[in-house]
């Protein structure tokens, strides 16, 4: 069976056949740790944009798996600050304010 990667390094496409399977990138991921972490990458890697509108559905499809894991790692990014739920609305990458950026900064500038 031919694996493809992702741009981020994560192989995206791996066959999946429990919870625990070890995909390369996440040894050892849940399925949902292994979503947030491909999610996570496309946003820091800019290829999901701030206020992107996020669909579980074609994320579920991209990923390779079903989207009860995809639902469960848009809560953790939720959690994390990444995505921000509107109810009705959907799920978006979230935009940083002025004040978020600055608090980013002064974080990384501290580590």
Partial sequence: MK???AKAGLDVRAPVTDRTTNSPGVPGASLSERARSAIEALIYEGRLLPGTALDERALAE???MSRTPVREAMQQLQVQGLVKVLPRQGVFVARLSLRELL???ELLAEL
């Fill in 62 to 64: 991209r990923l390779h």
């Fill in 103 to 105: 608090s980013l900064y």
């Fill in 3 to 5: 694996h493809h990667k």
